[in-house]
Every structure is written in C-alpha cells, then in structure tokens.
C-alpha cells in the first residue's frame, strides 16, 4: 500500500516542500495514517493527507449508514403506533353492575385504568333533519343527565361526575363539551323519530392497590327531548390503557427516522461529486454566484409548502450549481446544515410538547428559521460569507 505524504521542509535538504510516495511499511507502527495526523520521526515530520474521492468515499459510506439508521426507525415505529391501535380496538373486560342499585362493591385489576361504561338502547320523537347532496338524513336528539362517584375501600373519592348522556349539539347548533366518549347506532329513524343503541365510555380513573372500588351511579330522565332509555346497561371497563403515550412514542420515532434518513440522504448525495474547489475567493465574487447562494438559502422557504422542503429546496439549488463556485458550494453547505438543526429543533420541540414547553418552542424556531434564512440572504447576496448561529455542522 502507498500512501502519498507531504514533508515539511524544514526537514529536508532543499527550499521547496516536497511530496514523496512511500509505502506503508515506512510509517512507524501503530500509526493509523489518519487524514492530517503528523508522524514523526527523527528526521522526517510527515503528515497524511487523504486524497478527495477517499473524502467522498467516507462520506458516502457514512451517509448511507444513517440512511440506513433513518429508515430502521420509520419501520420501528411501528411498533408503538400499532399497540396504541390494538389498544383502542381490544375489548378491556368488564363487570355488569346494576343501574339505580345504589353503591356497589366490586373488584377489578389493581393498579390499572378503569371507567364507567352506560349502553343505552334509546327511543326519541325528536330528530334533526340534515341534507347532505340532496339526500335527507335524520339526527337523533336526546340528553340523559348521569352522574357517579367512585370511591377506595376506605372511602377516600377516585372520581366523581356529573355530566350528560347527550347527542353531539345543543339546540343553536353548537357542540357542547362532554365528558365521555360516544358511539351510536341507529336502529331505526326517520322524519318522525326511532330508535338508537348508544354506548357512554366516562373518563378513566386508576384503581388502587387493592383493587376494590365502590361505585355509586344514577341516570336521570330525559326532560329536553322527552327521549326514553328503554334498556339501561352499566358496567365497568377495567385494565384500560391510554394509547396516548404509544401514540405519541410511535410519531417521535417516526419523525426522527425520517429526519435522520434525510441527513444521512444529504450526506450520501454531498459525496457524489467533489465539488468546486475549496479554496474560498478573497475579491470580487461574481453577480451570478452571490446570487445563485442567496437562492440556496432562500430556498428553505419550501418547507412552509411541502413537507421537508426547506431541505429539498437548498440541497436541489446547491446540487445543481456547487461545481460552478466555491462559493454557492460553501453557502449551500451552510444552508443544508442549518435546514437540517432546524430540523433537530422540531422534533425536540414534539418531544417536549407534553411538558407544554415544546408548544411555546415551535413558533420560536419557526421565526428563528424566518428571521435567520432573510438575513443569510441579505448577506449572501452582498457577498459575505454568512455562519448561521447555533447550527450544527453536519457538512462540513
């Protein structure tokens, strides 16, 4: 193997720097040859510099690692996103009890979620015609007053409820907020009325220890629309789990994947070509190059548009003119590496959302974004080179 080696002259006889081929064997052993590392010798201060298509070979190598991160975790997240969904479709087991029984005593799985369940089969005279494509349809209206408390076996209130059994608006047509989740079937209704099954799911609450609760219900008469619970059902859901959280694991993952996947894409296409050469230009640059830099910052503004755009737009422009100037190839760098930190800033942002920091995060680093892609505009288009603050450089 050789490897090619600059020598400083200061150690060699002559003025001029010189470049020697030398073999692997020459180098001191436990050298790793890393680009830039100074070997020394006694009479020789060697350093190895790889050559560019080495550069690109690393780079390519890397990014496709990363791609392959990015895409393991999009089929991870699976995983959570389809447990929340099984979550939600799996019947939990329930306890019949008796409706207007006074407190019952039962016992369900300790340290679970549990609520309170009413199936109602309802008869109402009272409807609301709706018309969608010139096609009558018929609304069910009708408010059953409910209210429970659920208590420990010594007494100390779980949870307690006074709420409604109701359809979905009250008689001006605005949703009223309720505390339980509702399904209907209809059975039967037209102009005049009919029947529905309708099925009540209160919030959950958590069952101690023991697993013993007390519950005390009772569903009052309809005096709005004059509707009749003609069977009353009631039962307790126990071993209830939130799907929220896998919900929310299964986007996290989701979305980090397919942010690193898009890194690890950007890295794997910046090795595809080696570019315009490094060596920045100190005078005048070019009309055509301060402007073809500007558009690879203003290009992020994609990202309002479509979904990713704001690293499409850039890495599009910067592709297409990196080889023409080194300085479109320096500022369409620098504006993929702050596209893909604004990234990393969204998806701490979703983290945090459940702790309500990451609400007042977002619109933060969205006018972070704005303010900053205008100002390396500005400045590239002046001909500065503009450093974006608090980016990480994944190009470098």
Same mark, same amino acid.
């Given at each position: ?12 006889? !002559? ?91 039962? /016992? ?6 549990? #609520? ?26 009708? #408010? ?15 949870? /307690? ?48 220890? $023991? ?12 005096? $709005? ?96 003119? #990196? ?8 500022? !369409? ?64």
């Amino acid at each position: 193997m050789s490897a090619r080696v600059y020598c400083a002259p200061a150690y060699l006889s !002559g003025t001029d720097q010189q470049t020697r081929n030398i073999t692997a064997g020459a180098i001191a052993p436990g050298n790793t040859g890393l680009a830039g590392l100074t070997l020394r010798r006694p009479d020789l201060n060697i350093s190895i510099r790889r050559t560019s298509s080495d550069v690109n070979s690393m780079t390519a190598a890397r990014g496709l690692r990363i791609l392959i991160i990015g895409g393991i975790a999009i089929v991870s997240s699976c995983v959570p996103l389809g447990s929340a969904i099984y979550q939600s479709l799996v019947n939990r087991p329930q306890i019949e009890l008796t409706v207007g029984e006074g407190e019952q005593r039962i /016992e369900v799985t300790p340290n679970k979620g549990a #609520r309170i369940v009413y199936d109602l089969h309802v008869r109402t005279n009272s409807v609301q015609e709706e018309s969608e494509n010139g096609t009558a349809s018929y609304q069910a209206r009708y #408010r059953f007053p409910v209210s429970y408390t659920v208590s420990n076996a010594g007494g100390r209130k779980l949870t /307690e409820e006074n709420s409604f059994i109701d359809w979905r608006q009250d008689d001006d047509g605005t949703l009223r907020k309720r505390q339980s989740s509702l399904s209907e079937s209809a059975a039967g209704l037209d102009a005049t009325g009919g029947t529905l099954n309708v099925r009540a799911a209160f919030r959950k609450f958590e069952v101690p220890d $023991d697993g013993v609760i007390i519950v005390s219900t009772d569903l009052g008469e309809d005096s $709005d629309y004059q509707a009749s619970a003609e069977r009353a059902a009631l039962s307790v859901e126990h071993d209830v789990v939130d799907p929220l959280f896998n919900i929310m694991l299964g986007v996290f993952i989701l979305v980090g994947g397919w942010i690193t996947a898009v890194m690890g894409l950007v890295l794997f296409l910046s090795a595809s070509s080696n570019g315009a050469p490094r060596d920045l230009p100190v005078g005048d640059i070019s009309a055509d190059a301060r402007r073809q830099a500007m558009f690879c910052h203003l290009a992020g503004f994609l990202g309002f548009v479509i979904p990713l755009g704001n690293v499409i737009g850039p890495l599009a422009v910067w592709m297409a003119n #990196r080889e023409n100037n080194a300085f479109v190839d320096d500022q !369409g760098r620098e504006a993929l590496n702050f596209q893909l930190t604004i990234l990393v800033y969204m998806l701490l942002s979703f983290a945090l959302v459940l702790v309500l920091i990451g609400l007042l995060m977002f619109p933060l680093v969205w006018i972070f974004q704005i303010c900053l892609m205008v100002v390396a505009a500005v400045k590239t288009n002046d001909g500065e080179l503009y450093r974006y603050p608090l980016t990480i450089r994944f190009l470098s």
